[in-house]
């Protein structure tokens, strides 16, 4: 797996660019090649948007072979880096974290998400001590394939329903990722944080790589990129909006008749050059 050891260290090096790091989420290869024929460095996949498309709710309802498989072919794709986005590893131990990032290097990947949510009402937040195992374990899986992945860890505390969770969800965020960092994290992630002044002070405080879930009511990528942010990304927003175009589309067709929503999209012979590149 050496091949993929020039791609690790160029989307590392990314993270530590003079530009901040874009990362437009995609879901199957049709959304990788739109993505890098658009210019852009390098690949993220979306773990809700690859289950959506699979017939399953978020969540790790869909299996590590089933994500693992599609990224797999996404990877085979594009010539630019991938970084895939594998929930919480796929399992509660740190065992299963190791065998979800061998899983991600042999289909081709250079980078991975690790959460630390974990779908229990009662328990939403794993036990930072488990998250840390897996950190851990995932470096050390990564190092005996020789392919330095970048991880980026997430912490899911600003995703927490109003009302429950750490009192001071700053204090708390800051705590995890602040340890994810220490346990080999090379970047860090906590989605549901878009407060400008919140973001800044997280940049200062952790003095490391940072992702912002990006979207509307969020501070703009130039404002993010003055505040030290390395990385956006947009979740599964762009898979959500393509729905939400077929869903007009859809409506327009019945209630009027006509096609309008249908401007805009990519002629067949555009489409099918790109699959012809694959």
Same mark, same amino acid.
């Given at each position: 797996?050496?091949? %993929? *050891?020039?791609?690790?260290? *160029?989307?590392?090096?990314? &993270?530590?660019?003079?530009? =901040?790091?874009?990362?437009?989420?995609?879901?199957?290869?049709?959304?990788?090649?739109v993505i890098e024929e658009a210019g852009f460095g390098a690949v993220a996949t979306?773990?809700?948007?690859? !289950?959506?498309?699979?017939?399953?709710?978020?969540? *790790?309802?869909?299996?590590?072979?089933?994500?693992?498989?599609?990224?797999?072919?996404?990877?085979?794709?594009?010539?630019?880096?991938?970084?895939?986005? $594998?929930?919480?590893?796929?399992?509660?131990?740190? +065992?299963?974290?190791?065998?979800? @990032?061998?899983? #991600?290097?042999?289909?081709?990947?250079?980078?991975?998400?690790?959460?630390?949510? @974990?779908?229990?009402? +009662?328990?939403?937040?794993?036990?930072?001590?488990? *998250?840390?195992?897996?950190?851990?374990? !995932?470096? +050390?899986?990564? !190092?005996?394939? &020789?392919?330095?992945?970048?991880?980026?860890?997430?912490?899911? #505390?600003?995703?927490?329903?109003?009302? /429950?969770?750490? $009192?001071?969800?700053?204090?708390?965020?800051?705590?995890?990722?602040?340890?994810?960092?220490?346990?080999?994290?090379?970047?860090?992630?906590?989605?549901?944080?878009?407060?400008?002044?919140?973001?800044?002070? %997280?940049?200062?405080?952790?003095?490391?790589?940072?992702? =912002?879930?990006?979207?509307?009511?969020?501070?703009?990528?130039?404002?993010?990129?003055?505040f030290g942010v390395a990385r956006v990304s947009l979740g599964s927003a762009p898979?959500?909006? @393509?729905?939400? %175009? %077929?869903?007009?589309?859809?409506?327009?067709?019945? /209630?009027?008749?006509?096609?309008?929503?249908?401007?805009?999209?990519?002629? &067949?012979?555009?489409?099918?050059?790109?699959?012809?590149?694959?």
């Open positions: 797996m050496t091949d %993929l *050891q020039k791609p690790a260290n *160029q989307f590392r090096a990314m &993270h530590h660019g003079p530009k =901040i790091l874009l990362l437009p989420n995609v879901w199957d290869v049709a959304s990788a090649k979306t773990s809700a948007g690859i !289950a959506f498309a699979l017939g399953y709710p978020d969540g *790790q309802r869909i299996s590590r072979e089933e994500m693992l498989t599609c990224v797999a072919r996404i990877a085979k794709s594009v010539k630019v880096p991938v970084t895939a986005d $594998v929930e919480a590893g796929y399992g509660d131990r740190a +065992e299963d974290a190791a065998q979800t @990032t061998l899983g #991600v290097i042999k289909a081709g990947a250079v980078g991975m998400n690790l959460e630390d949510g @974990t779908e229990d009402p +009662e328990h939403p937040l794993a036990d930072l001590n488990l *998250q840390l195992e897996k950190v851990r374990a !995932a470096r +050390e899986a990564a !190092a005996s394939k &020789h392919v330095a992945v970048v991880l980026n860890a997430r912490t899911d #505390v600003y995703l927490l329903p109003a009302g /429950t969770g750490p $009192v001071n969800r700053y204090d708390e965020a800051l705590r995890r990722l602040t340890s994810f960092r220490d346990a080999g994290a090379d970047c860090v992630f906590a989605p549901g944080l878009r407060e400008p002044d919140t973001i800044a002070r %997280l940049v200062k405080d952790l003095r490391c790589p940072i992702n =912002i879930l990006a979207g509307p009511g969020c501070p703009s990528v130039p404002e993010l990129e003055k898979m959500r909006a @393509t729905l939400g %175009l %077929l869903q007009r589309m859809a409506n327009e067709l019945k /209630t009027a008749g006509t096609y309008q929503a249908m401007q805009g999209a990519p002629s &067949h012979a555009d489409v099918n050059r790109m699959m012809g590149s694959t």
